[in-house]
């Protein structure tokens, strides 16, 4: 008599862990393939390695290459340029108005939060559009052109003193240090004009501006603009493990800065018309209102210190200019 056949159930030979691993590729790549070739973005031009990953970006961040790199981004694939799975970048002067004020802009990206001050979120760094309109209503008006002639005077007078020492430093025939002198302007100048008081940057005589080596240290960090907040946290604890030498500097060089701001945020008076004024004015405190003028001094010191020193530097490169 023939028995029938009964085939045995049908079970895996596949591991757990084979299982879980082959699920998650699948998953990861999935999501690389959508982030490539299905999100919003996929139709803007850009470097194949922009689609997959933020580490392009990362790297030309951190190694001081990103600027010319995207200018040549642009001059190769048009205005607008994909520089990560989630980010593009845009030449066209046309699209500033939508960006930063239709209907209020669009949001700052979250690696903002990596340049908030000593626990409080900056006008430059805040992504609480509520938040920044209180404090930049408070003090943009002082930024007006009409405001910056009723206030010439007190930039000319520190362009003065900047050609004043830049004479006597190029006069000793020794190599004169153009950035510091440059920063010491930028610094005078946003000073007197919005803070009604000099810095001070002329009358040192130390060498290197007293802020020179704190705004060098906070800018260096620039190199991590980019990464997510958490990871920016990791990254700088990690810094300053290995390098503890560099906060030391800082703190040194920062001494006479950090008092400066200090002392003319508790000297002003509620109602003065000065940024720090302003703001006390907009009910933000003592120590809110330091950070926010740190920021705008660090801001203006290395961005303008920067280019005017590059620009005296071509000159002297190209005297028939």
Known sequence: MAIPYIPEPYTSSLSPTVLLLSITTILLLSALFHQAFLSPLAKIPGPLICRFTPLWIWY???????ARLITSLHANYGPIVRIGPRECTISDGAA???????????????????????????????????????????????????????????????????????REEAGTKEAVDVLNLCRSLALDAVSSFLFGRHY???EERSGRLSASVFVDTVVASG??????????????????????????????????????????VRDTPPGEETYQGRLKNAGV?????????????????????????????????????
């Open 285 to 321: 405190g003592d120590d809110e209102n330091a950070v926010q003028i740190m920021d705008l001094m660090f801001a203006g010191t290395d961005s303008t210190g920067t280019i005017l020193s590059k620009l005296i530097w071509r000159l002297a490169k190209s005297p028939e200019v």
């Open 223 to 264: 190199r991590f603009f980019y990464l997510p907040h958490w990871l920016f946290g990791v990254v700088e604890a990690v810094r300053a493990k290995v390098a503890p030498s560099l906060d030391a500097s800082a703190e040194a060089g920062g001494a006479y800065f950090d008092g400066f701001v200090r002392e003319l």
């Open 96 to 166: 500033l108005h939508a960006i930063y004020a239709e209907r209020g802009g669009f949001p700052k990206a979250p690696c903002y939060a990596n340049f908030d001050f000593e626990g409080h979120a900056t006008i430059f760094s805040a992504r609480d559009a509520d938040y920044r309109a209180a404090r930049s209503k408070a003090v943009v008006s002082m930024f007006s052109t009409s405001n910056i002639r009723a206030r010439q005077g007190k930039i000319e007078e520190s362009v003065r003193r900047f050609v004043e020492r830049l």
């Open 200 to 202: 001070g940057g002329f």
């Open 60 to 66: 030309h961040s951190y190694a001081g290459h990103e």
